[in-house]
């Protein structure tokens, strides 16, 4: 199980920082991943990161260099933190959980390679 918190209405300029808590089956293994959704948009990847923390992935000129993924294995807990936020970064904000994969040269970017996924938490950025 996922538990992602931290979400909440912040001015354009402003910083946030999510938390995603597993629990249960979700393995300390995993890849975590941030996705978020926009109002009549799909469910676009923001981030990842490798269970050792040592690799990150990150959407695009979007986000990098703006938000930073990272994790504490010790606290099973995973973190965005989203500096610089803009009014397109609006959206429900999601953690996922992926099985790494060994050799592979993708990014995890797909929604489909994630098998657990936390309930959302809502970023609204005015402007």
């Known amino acids: 199980q996922l538990q992602a918190s931290g979400g909440g209405l912040v001015q354009a300029g402003g910083s946030l920082r999510l938390s995603c808590a597993a629990s249960?089956?979700?393995?300390?293994?995993?890849?975590m991943g941030w996705f978020r959704q926009a109002p009549g948009k799909e469910r676009e990847f923001v981030t990842a990161?490798?269970?050792?923390?040592?690799?990150?992935?990150y959407a695009d000129s979007s986000v990098k260099g703006r938000f930073t993924i990272s994790r504490d294995n010790a606290k099973n807990t995973v973190y965005l933190q989203m500096n610089s936020l803009k009014p397109e970064d609006t959206a429900v904000h999601y953690c996922?959980?992926?099985?790494?994969?060994?050799?592979?040269?993708?990014?995890?970017?797909?929604?489909?390679?994630?098998?657990?996924w936390g309930q959302g938490t809502q970023v609204t950025v005015s402007s």
């Open positions: 249960g089956r979700t393995s300390r293994d995993s890849i």
């Open positions: 996922a959980a992926a099985i790494p994969r060994a050799y592979y040269a993708g990014t995890y970017n797909s929604p489909n390679e994630y098998h657990d």
């Open positions: 990161i490798s269970w050792s923390g040592s690799t990150t992935y």
